[in-house]
């Protein structure tokens, strides 16, 4: 299967940015949606955005809508989450995910079968 490993989390204050990092290697790329996911302290693993294997939709949770961009870059075989003033309630670990088909997309937890080791996000205010 695919393995995947995010980078670019960190600490940042309340109105900042970050840009998160995937990288896919093992199963082909190109073929699948892939996706972002959080979990914050205390609560369930949450949806935040998915792109499909062409990069030509997208979708994204109401929380995160017209501040975060997911994109993909298939020759580098990585995916992207910008995220753009950022708040309180945006801290949390940030899962990159493969989508099961190539075919479909869906934003369910189940609709994803391979997981990355997630990249801790913190906003301080």
């Known amino acids: 299967q695919v393995q995947l490993v995010e980078s670019g989390g960190g600490l940042v204050q309340a109105g900042g940015s970050l840009r998160l990092s995937c990288a896919a290697s093992g199963r082909t790329f190109s073929s699948y949606a892939m996706g972002w996911f959080r979990q914050a302290p205390g609560k369930e693993r949450e949806f935040v955005a998915v792109?499909?294997?062409?990069?030509?939709?997208?979708f994204y949770a109401d929380s995160v809508k017209g501040r975060f961009t997911i994109s993909r870059d298939n020759a580098k075989n990585t995916v992207y989450l910008q995220m753009n003033r950022l708040n309180s309630e945006d801290t949390a670990v940030y899962y990159c995910?493969?989508?099961?088909?190539?075919?479909?997309?869906?934003?369910?937890?189940?609709?994803?079968?391979?997981w990355g080791q997630g990249t801790q996000v913190t906003v301080s205010s």
């Open positions: 792109i499909s294997w062409s990069g030509s939709r997208t």
């Open positions: 995910a493969q989508h099961r088909t190539s075919y479909k997309l869906g934003y369910n937890i189940n609709d994803f079968g391979s």
